[in-house]
């Protein structure tokens, strides 16, 4: 027997270097795309709607949103300067992009004690499970995407050129959410405290972010001193409230992305990427000692 | 020189001691971490180093919460030592994630294919051996079912059918073979022996130290953390079965001078020589024998109740039987002794007792009632335990030994007041692997052991011995039950006696020798299923007692050389307890086959050949009249005549038995004239008074 080449499988000093990151995961591909469609088969095989539930649950609160909004507070919108886009689209537009994140924050947060057999057993680079659920909910998203964007054309009877800013954008809310859903997954392990507090925040982003308002309500409010002005530039802030603006902006109103928001959430998705990949891998190496 | 697949380096692992809630607020909490205070930790693996090559099969060993998981996990890649390095050559698949990651949603099939991803395989690779995978679980009719709906014994077949063939280099395997029916533990079992086969390295946890020692090429013992090494596998397994003796209740005496000490531990007895373990690992254990179902001893509650360097007094009772045995072992001088002692809470029809030694299979040769030879191998055909040679009722010891220098000989003994004693030894089945030695006392029906109360039995004795102390006692063994004629000596044994030339050193008797038997309510009654005792001297004759377990009789034979001619004096008397009918008896010398010519006072004549149909003794002398000899001779062998001193008694006989025999036999038989039976009365009665007398091929001589 002609002894087999030396190939280092597996070396205790290497695993907490964050060179190494992209490395194990090009290997674990598989592993990773194993587990998205593990959970979309999991979740749609019995249920008799199977796909439809990626447009139901937004429609259902879009409609109940625009029914509170155009009779209980009627009164109450500000008209705005631009182009007339319905509400109806405005509110579905925000709610299919922020269920996005929400439940892929929220998931990837209680992915690692869902998967802990698996982190107390098998060896595999662990970013894998939360990056799993973030990657997750993109197949729903882009079901209510194709939905949007049909009421869009329903209602507007125009798609924009500058749709192509998604590719831009929507990157920009994957890392955002990835980065959050590592960092916050990590703490979870650790304290178990941090699965409660993403839900109280997850509810309090979504009425403190731009969802089933625009983001020139906020302003117009600021500006009516009904609020003070400060408080916009604290809004602002809120990256979410960038990224779904922009959203808004190339999706509904056919206009390039605002620069600032752009620029502002590019650097703070990055920022939170990197960190959540470094304190991920820093402490995923002893994931299992903890779960 | 094989290079490493893998390599420890140093490592330690600890773990934070983690208190609950106080995590957020107390000690070893949120600020703590913030601060960056350090809490106290738990070292469960303590500077280990080795290096597994390729192709090994390794145990690990060790108590529970030793850090044998730990360390499984650290190779598994699970877990990062806190300090060292562990670099790892190759995939490992391990045996310890059954099933892990299985979507209870999803279809086998499915699973199969996510499993074997995690597991390292791309998807193109499943495809190859899915259908063996499928194949190798049994369960190709359920694969296409949500695995929610399997049993456990399904989920885990798949999940092994899944590791198997997923091709690693490395195998870890954590107990898994305790879990499962037998039927998949056997193919288990079967699975590892051929990755083993293939050259795939295993690591192996369990606390099956007999499987560890069978598969395992080296054995690492953990305890506490630290790695303990011996240089062999028996040595390792043997330190840590020390080990655990000194935590738990497990109980050592030892005789220092001779490195000689016994284990034990609830209802079982381990013995060791120079710290290697010389029993098998069922060591000995005691069985109460109750409606044909044995209990072990094992299967009770042992409380130790003294202890002192030699002696150790133990008491359990059994689960299943109101029966307590008492222990008391001793050990001193080479010999171990266990005066056993029972007490029985209510009367119990108790059938037997049984003390079982169990040895490894290298112990390969016995010494028994006698007969020297050879065990049997142990094949894997051996499904139940075969005896080796015919147990011999009152033999109470025998003799175990190999040519191994590591183990010594050994000599089991057992006695007992009662007299139902015999010794079986022989081998166990294939699982067992071990030589038995099974010391039985046989309890007759209304024995007193049955009834209420406390019983000791006698005393087992396990003596190390050296080969000089065996061949000098087999010497004496032969010499105290021969008696030396002139050129014929006469082999005592167990009811009969056998008589050999001393120039060619041949036997000259075969079949039944000679003895005596009884007809008695129509059955004949060889002295030979009589109970011997030890022949002794008493003046210038040898006495030999038996006694039946049947009949109210005990036989003495009173043997008196007269060596100058040749000629042995026998006297068969017979003592009596109730009075008895003996309805015929007679003394018989059986012969071998060469004696051709026979001679009694009344009339000569020849043996006839014996034809191959012939299944009955057939007498061939016509005249019964009773007179005083019958001879025989054979072309260069000594004639021999079977004489008696009493008058009109006995009928000479000469008489060619069944052609399976092959033998001559000549006999004095005597009957009862006028009354239908011999009417014994309790007392001793004098029932054959004569002798043998043996005469050289060249000195013929017909009258004594």
Same mark, same amino acid.
């Given at each position: 027997m002609n002894p087999l080449p030396k190939s280092v499988y597996y070396d205790s000093d290497k695993q907490k270097s964050i060179l190494q990151v992209p490395y194990d995961l090009i290997?674990?591909?598989?592993?990773?795309?194993?587990l998205v469609w593990k959970e979309i088969k999991a979740r749609y095989r019995y249920a008799i709607l199977g796909f439809l539930w990626a447009i139901i649950e937004p429609v259902t609160l879009m409609l109940l949103l625009l029914f509170v909004f155009s009779f209980v507070f009627k009164q109450r919108i500000p008209s705005t300067d631009r182009v007339e886009v319905p509400m109806a689209t405005q509110i579905l537009c925000g709610l299919i992009f922020w269920q996005y994140f929400s439940s892929s924050v929220s998931t990837a947060t209680f992915s690692l004690i869902n998967h802990q057999n698996l982190v107390k057993k098998v060896f595999f680079p662990r970013e894998v499970i939360p990056l799993s659920s973030t990657i997750y909910p993109i197949v729903n998203l882009s079901i209510g995407f194709i939905f949007l964007l049909s009421v869009h054309l329903i209602l507007q009877k125009t798609l924009s050129i500058h749709l192509f800013w998604l590719i831009i954008i929507f990157p920009i809310l994957f890392t955002f959410s990835s980065g959050l859903g590592l960092i916050l997954s990590t703490a979870h392990v650790h304290f178990r405290d941090i699965g409660n507090m993403v839900n109280v925040g997850l509810t309090f982003g979504f009425y403190?972010?731009?969802?089933f308002y625009p983001l020139d309500w906020v302003r117009h409010a600021c500006e009516n001193h009904s609020l003070p002005y400060w408080f916009y530039y604290l809004y602002l802030l809120n990256p979410m409230a960038g990224i779904l603006t922009n959203l808004r902006e190339c999706i509904l109103y056919g206009q390039a992305p605002q620069p600032f928001f752009l620029f502002y959430t590019i650097i703070i998705s990055m920022l939170c990427f990197f960190t959540g990949i470094y304190i991920f891998r820093k402490q995923s190496a002893t994931f299992s000692d903890y779960l | 020189m094989q290079e490493p697949i893998i390599e420890l380096k140093n490592v330690t692992k600890e773990y934070p001691v983690r208190k609950g809630f106080r995590d957020l607020r107390g000690q070893g909490g949120f600020l703590d971490w913030i601060r960056g205070k350090k809490t106290e930790n738990f070292r469960? +693996?303590?500077?280990?180093?080795f290096d597994i090559y390729r192709g090994e099969t390794v145990g690990i060993i060790g108590k529970n919460g030793s850090g044998k998981s730990t360390l499984l996990k650290i190779i598994a890649g699970v877990t990062l030592p806190t300090a060292g390095r562990i670099i790892v050559y190759g995939r490992v698949a391990s045996l310890l994630e059954l099933g892990a990651g299985f979507h209870p949603l999803l279809t086998g099939r499915e699973n199969i294919y996510l499993n074997a991803g995690l597991l390292g395989m791309r998807k193109a690779q499943v495809n190859e051996v899915i259908e063996q995978i499928i194949d190798f679980s049994g369960i190709r009719e359920f694969i296409d079912q949500p695995v929610d709906t399997y049993s456990s014994g399904m989920y885990v077949r798949i999940g092994f059918a899944v590791a198997s063939f997923v091709n690693p280099e490395i195998f870890l395997v954590d107990e898994v073979l305790s879990v499962g029916d037998e039927e998949f533990q056997r193919k288990c079992r079967y699975r590892i022996g051929e990755l083993r086969e293939q050259g795939k390295t295993i690591v192996f946890v369990s606390h099956d130290l007999g499987t560890v020692n069978a598969l395992c090429n080296r054995v690492f013992?953990?305890?506490?953390?630290?790695?303990?090494d011996r240089d062999s596998v028996s040595a390792t397994i043997d330190f840590y079965l020390r080990q655990i003796g000194r935590a738990e209740g497990i109980h050592t005496i030892t005789d220092e001078t001779n490195n000689f000490e016994a284990i034990f531990s609830h209802g079982r007895i381990s013995l060791f020589h120079s710290k290697r373990e010389i029993t098998s690992p069922l060591g000995i254990e005691g069985i109460a024998v109750h409606l044909q179902q044995g209990h072990i001893s094992s299967m009770g509650d042992w409380t130790v109740t003294k202890r002192e360097k030699g002696t150790l007094l133990a008491r359990g009772s059994l689960y299943r039987l109101p029966l307590q045995w008492e222990?008391?072992?001793?050990?001193?001088n080479n010999t171990l002794c266990l005066y056993p002692s029972y007490t029985l809470l209510k009367e119990l029809p108790l059938q037997a007792l049984e003390f079982q030694i169990f040895l490894p299979e290298i112990y390969d040769r016995f010494f028994y009632a006698g007969n020297e030879g050879n065990f049997s191998p142990i094949l894997p055909g051996n499904l139940g335990w075969v005896t080796m040679t015919p147990p011999k009722m009152g033999e109470n010891s025998t003799f175990i030994f190999c040519e191994h220098d590591n183990y010594p000989f050994l000599k089991v003994e057992f006695q007992s007041e009662d007299p139902g004693i015999y010794i079986r030894i022989g081998n166990t089945d294939?699982?067992?692997?071990?030589?038995?030695?099974?010391c039985h006392l046989l309890i007759p029906e209304t024995s007193h052991l049955q009834k209420i109360g406390n019983h000791s039995i006698g005393i087992l004795k396990i003596s190390l011995v050296t080969k000089e102390e065996y061949?000098?006692?087999?010497?004496?063994? +032969?010499?105290?039950?021969?008696i030396q004629l002139n050129f014929i000596e006469a082999r005592l044994r167990e009811g009969f006696i056998e008589f050999i030339d001393k120039n060619t050193m041949k036997p000259i008797t075969q079949s039944v020798h000679f003895h005596t038997q009884f007809r008695i309510q129509g059955m004949w009654v060889p002295s030979q299923i009589f109970l011997w005792r030890t022949p002794y001297h008493e003046g210038h004759s040898w006495i030999m007692e038996g006694e039946s377990q049947r009949f109210p009789i005990k036989l003495k034979w009173e043997l008196t050389p007269a060596s100058e001619i040749d000629c042995l004096h026998i006297k068969i008397g017979c003592e009596i307890k109730e009075e008895i009918n003996i309805e015929e008896y007679n003394v018989s010398l059986g012969l071998i086959y060469s004696y051709n010519q026979w001679e009694t006072s009344l009339e000569k004549g020849e043996f006839p050949a014996i034809p191959p149909q012939q299944e009955e003794y057939l007498h061939i002398n016509k005249d019964y009249t009773p007179s005083k000899y019958i001879c025989t001779t054979g072309i260069n062998l000594p004639a021999v005549c079977l004489f008696t001193n009493q008058e009109n008694l006995f009928r000479m006989s000469a008489i060619n038995p069944d052609f399976s025999s092959r033998a001559r036999i000549i006999q004095s038989i005597a009957t009862p004239e006028q009354k239908a039976v011999f009417h014994l009365k309790p007392g001793y009665h004098l029932i054959f008074d004569g002798g043998i007398q043996f005469q050289h091929v060249n000195t013929h001589k017909q009258d004594i």
């Open positions: 290997k674990a591909r598989e592993i990773l795309f194993g403190a972010s731009p969802v | 469960a +693996l303590d500077n280990i180093n013992l953990l305890d506490h953390g630290k790695l303990i222990w008391k072992t001793e050990i001193s294939y699982i067992s692997r071990s030589r038995f030695i099974s061949n000098n006692w087999k010497f004496s063994w +032969l010499q105290q039950r021969t």
